[in-house]
Each structure stands twice: as C-alpha cells, then as structure tokens.
C-alpha cells in the first residue's frame, strides 16, 4: 500500500506535505522550491510544462500558458465573474455552459479538471521522488465555501491524476490542524484565508486535539488577484487616458501588467512607495511606449476599499452562526500569502480585537494541515479529531420554485436528514427531485447539483403518497440523495457527482488518453534521457583524456587512452540512431574504456608519489639484471626507505604494488 500525502491545491501555488516520524512536513519539488506555481503551459512542441516551467513563459507564449484555474474548477459560465475571465489565454463556454479552456498549440479545449489534474501530478511525482514510495492516496484541501459542484470537479481532477482522494479537507480547516497541533489548551480560534483567489473564515474549538468547526464563510470569487486587478486597471487607464492604448486588449502586455501588479502589491507590504517599471509595453506611430509609474500604499488602499468591505461580510456572518461575540476569540490565525497585504491585517485587528498568530507560514500552513489529516487517516497520528462542518445550506426545490432546506449551512457533518413530501396533482405517477445549494429561498436562485426521477407511484389523489427524500453528507462534505416512496418501498439514489461538468464517460476517456499518453511520454523521456546521458559521458571521457594527456603526456596510459577514443566514435556513431540496443551497448564499452583510464590514472598517481617506485618503473627493463629482489631486499638504505614509506600516510607496501598487478600487462 502506499502513502498518504496532504495537497494544498491552491490558485497561486500548490504545496504537498507528509508525516515524516511521527511529524509533519513540506516535500520540495523537483526544481528545489517548497511551493509549486498552480499554473499549466504548453510548449510550441504540444508538451506540457508545470509550474515554474509554465511560469516562464507566461509573456511570451499567454495563450497556451493557464493559471487561476481553480476559480473555474466545478463552475458553469454564468458562475463566473468579470474578473475571473479577464486572462490572457481563451477561455469559452461549451455548449452545455460548461467552462472549458482553449490551447491553440494543441488545437483542442481542456475542461479546467483536466488541467488541474496535471498540478496534482506533479506534485505526486515530486513526493515520490523525495519519499523513494509510490502514492495512491491524498487529502486534498479545498476552500471552505466551495459548493458541493467544486468538491466533487476536485475529487475528479485527482481520479484524472489517478490518486484516491481520501478525504476533502476545507482549508481553515486544515490551518487550525497545524496550529494546533501537539497544542494541549483551549482556545476559540478565527482562521482568516486570504489565497490567491479565494477567501474563507472559519470559527473553530480547539481543545485537548478535538477541532470542532463551529462556522464558516466566504467567497470563492475573492482573492490576491482582484487586488492585483485593481494595480492592472489604475495603470491601464492611466495609459489608455495619455496614449489612447488600451493595453488590456493586448495579451501580453496584459500579462506583463498582470505581473508587475503582483510585484508591486508584494513590495508595498513592507515599503510605503514603490517604482512601476515597463519598457516597450507596446508601440505606436511614434515608436516605442514605456510605463514609468510611482505607485505608494495610499493609493493602493484607496484603490481596494471595496475589496476591504467585501472581506468584511464573511466574517460577520460566521461570528453570528457562531453564537460567538468578536472577544470571545482567543487567536487569529493568518492563512495565504494575501494577508501579508498591510491593510488587510488591519482590519483583521479592527474586527477581533486581538494581535494576530504569526507563528504559522501563511504560505504553508493549509498542506502541513493537510499532512497531519493524511497522518491520522493512516495512523501514524491518533488522539486527533476533526468535527467540520458543511459551508451550505442544502435543499430541494419544491411547487412553486421555492427551496425547502433540509440540512442548514454549518451543520456538523458527517450527517444525514429527511423530510417527506407528498404529489402536487392526482395521480402523479412520479416526482423529480431537484437538488440545490445556497441561502436563497427561491429556488431558482441557488445552485443546482442535480436532479433526478422517482417513478412507479401508484395513482392516488393529491397529497396522498408520502415520498421520503434523505440527503447524506460525508466527512468529505460530498453529497448523496435518495427517495422512497413508502407506499411501494420504491427507491431511487443518486450521488450528486455532476459538478465538475464531465460526465463517467468523459472521465474515464481522459483517464484512458491519460495512461496512453503517459506510457508514450516514458518511450520519449526515456530516449532524450539515453541521449542526454550518453552526451554527458562523451563530454566527461573528453575530459579525462584531456587530463590523461596534459599530466602524463600522449604516451602514459597509451592503450587505455586509445581505448576511450573508440568507443567514443562508437557512440557518437549510434547516438541519433532509433536503435537504442546498439547505442546502450555502446554506451557500457565507454563505461567501461573510460574506467579502465581512471583506474590508470589512479595507478599513475600513485608511483609517481613514491619517487623510489618510480626510479624502479623507468628502469623496469634492467630489474633483474640490476635491481634484482634480492638486491633490493638486502639494501639495509632501501629497507629503512620502504619501512618508512609503509608507515607513512599514504604508503603502500611492494606487495600492494599497482604496477606488479597483471591489470597493466
């Protein structure tokens, strides 16, 4: 069986993490980073490129290059706000409303889920790689406000990836794990969850290893990057208003904008000014444009004072679901690296009037939650116990468009409620249930997650039959339906799985083109690889001859020396062949010339450090004659030599003489 690892899947950068002895920990990635960019690109050679890769080529190649896919992950088209579609790369809807993703390098459209699948990959492989084990399973975190469409577009990504996803974990959920791991008091804690892209609250007991939930809120359209939107606009209009440019229009000016209003957002956290840069933005009849700008902290506050309001909202809800007053809170703990942003923690302070945890990494604190969720599934950690709860309220629709709520938003879960209902007109041989989710009351305006038919009700008058609906919510705060109809014990369920716009049937098309395509990526992988590893021990056997004839000159180790050279015609010979029997045979006759030089070298080396040794080497062909053994051997001089030589740090005694070893004949 293999391991269990935690994800934090966020909209900026995603961060794996493990329980390594009894402890959890941040697993770098294969480029050395702790956190991995969320962002997916393809190259003009159709092949993939994940997080930092991906990232460098966010200017020059925007629209095969997809970040902020997590704002789209589980949403229909409508779902979406102005600011989520505001990228530079194409993004459409299908036409079943779905949101799907276009790469003209490819020449196809990508369903976000399949795109995220590739970020969760990758992290698995970079785990792997640390851990020296395959993964099958993990604990994936999501917002806590996602929507039941959400959870399950992100358990499909990772079946997509081919992980097993043991449990969704909401995000402040996870962050209050961290905190309060190996804490034994009591405390009232407020997680604060400013990502990238979305925004959470989360009001929880911790006490003695227990993380009871009590509420939650938040905003899935809210993020870092609306404030780094308001940066885009100011410099945009203010260019637009000087050259009569929009250079939104512009994909990668828009994506330089996009980047430098990042910069300058993270700079303004510790500086009150910062400077604006961008040569060549763009041209004109007049020749090239440049952006020069001066942007301080009071201006990017003014700029984000509705951002501010919205942030306040969520937090209000939760502390009256809560039943809690702002006092009673006893820490406040930071999550994401947006509540860096100066004004953002001042108003943290100004609703709980408490100094907030800085004991925590914002940046890495969901995925050590995570770990420690992924330790206690697996049992390496015990005495924990998580009780969360659902973000949403959940219901049907009803006669008249009207939402009847069967579990309220913040109900612990896991849990299961039913209620009966009954036929609107006589006879009515069946009932559709339509599944929603949200706080409206009329139906309509919440989100739909399903429907289906319960058929086979025996005819009778209006309001006679009894069917009993029952909606069960799983500790991963996914959803399953049924009704029964008590008159026949007729019944019919259904897991509420339609969320991520991709049917089974897509799904296991993806998964299948994904196993396909995955053993053809090893065929191409492993020929550059023979490549680049037979180029590698080219360029290292030329080394060492270099070095073999600088130190010992072209005659020294002659033989060996010929040999290296041959074989390395031979695979230079068979390096671009499409035979890789040939160029891995003549790969080991390198190996294996080019070990036989060191080996000479070394041997080398080591008369030339025994001067007496060498005086006998040069005069080889006299031994007998001259330097016989026992002429040696009776030299009281030579024996002192040798005595002394054998004691020395790097001596050898004449029985460990290279030079006498048939090796060299």
Known sequence: MGKIVGIDLGTTNSVVGVIEAGRPIIIANSEGTRTTPSIVGFTKNSEIVIGDQARRQLVLNPKNTFYNLKRFIGRDWDELDETSISVPYNVKSNDNGNVRILSPFTEREYAPEELVSSIIRKLINDAE?????????????????????????????????GIKVKRILNEPTAAALAYGFEKSSSNNVLVFDLGGGTFDVSLLRISNGVFDVKATCGDTQLGGNNFDSKIVDWLAEGFLEKHKIDLRRDRQALQRLTEAAEKAKCELSGLQKTKISLPFITTSDDGPLHIEEEFDRKLFESLSEDLLDRLLEPVQVALDDSGWEADEIDEVV????STRIPMVQQLVKTLVPNEPCQSVNPDEVVAIGAAIQSGIINGDLRDLLLNDVTPLSLGLETIGGLMKVLIPRNTPIPVRQSDVFSTSESNQSSVVVQVRQGERPLASENKSLGKFRLSGIPPAPRGIPQVQVAFDIDANGLLEVSATDRTTGRKQTVSISGGSNLNEQEINKMIAEAKSKAAEDRIKRSVIDRKNNALTLIAQAERRLRDASLEFGPYGAERQQRAVELAIQDVEEFIDDDDPQELEISVSSLQEALFGLNRRIAAEKKIDSNPLQSIKNTFGSLKDELFSDDYWEDDPWDNQINSNYRNSRYGNSRDDDPWDNDYFL
Do not use: H, M, W
């Open 334 to 337: 930071l999550v994401g690296g």
């Open 129 to 161: 790689t640390y851990l020296g084990d395959s993964i099958d399973s993990a604990v994936i975190t999501v917002p806590a406000y996602f929507n039941e469409s959400q959870r399950q577009a992100t358990k499909d990504s990772a079946v997509l990836a």
